[in-house]
């Protein structure tokens, strides 16, 4: 024998118990107020208990009623809720948030996410992007990020998606006054805040010592620096991956075709490593696409 009551009676008993009213219960689930009372005493027929006290214009629950109403509140409280998660969780599982600084995304995220679309298309990519690093994980809806630079103890993982080869780049028209690394001398060098050594170090591997490496021009970001050298104000360090484009237009040339390579500082696709993170499904889709551009 089934033990559950008719169960479109019990919604009609959970309404009418939480509004107090026939009339409210029937509009909030489209039937006529007839229709509720009818369920009602299809309940109580079937409980052998009265549930409620009928007045003139509202009905109250009877102690018996109150108790069992607390029940099954509850209960459809709960799968409501089971239901609304599920939808959710549904949803979101295929959305993908992935936070990234602003050069990288501009020019090498944006770019390749047409081939994303095109090999997951039921998948919404939502593209955050700031000058301010994004910090946490845990208080926020961005499921994975883009960083220069591995930071230890950061409960991220790390997978490596470039080399960071750089070299200076310039105009041609500027590329025609540097014949040898120690012309820099006479030129402006633009610098970026993200990646203040850059200079430095290709200084360093290319043995000039004659060019101050802090001289010039600073930018916010390196998106600012190389339009910057667009424009012709100056000499700047160049990722040879972010400006691609410019190199084989001409736009920008490396006057002296010398690129180092800076090894680990480069650019990652991290996630947050704690177990009880469930990755969505669109995650894990980008994790294996944006992987497919990494270079050893």
Sequence with gaps: MDDLPPLTALRAFDAAGRLSSITGAAEELFVSPPAISRQIRILEEALGVRLFDRNHRSVTLTPEGASYH?????LFAG????????IVQEKRGRI??????HT?????????????????PEFDVRLHTSLVKLQDFAHSDIDAGIFLGKQEG?????????RNEIAPVCTPDIAKRLRRPEDLTSEKLLHTHAR???WKCWLQAAKVSQVDAGSGLRYESSALAYEAALGGYGVVIGQREMIETELADGRLVAPFDFWIDRGDFTYYFAIPETPDRRLSQATMAFRQWVESFATD
């Design 79 to 86: 799968l409501r809720r089971a239901t609304r998660d599920l």
């Design 196 to 198: 203040p050594d850059d």
């Design 96 to 101: 993908f948030n992935i936070w990234a600084p």
């Design 154 to 162: 950061s409960g991220l993982i790390y997978h490596k998606i470039m």
């Design 70 to 74: 607390a029940e099954v509140a509850k």
């Design 104 to 120: 990288i995304a501009m020019r090498w995220l944006l770019p390749r996410l047409a081939s994303l679309h095109q090999q997951y």
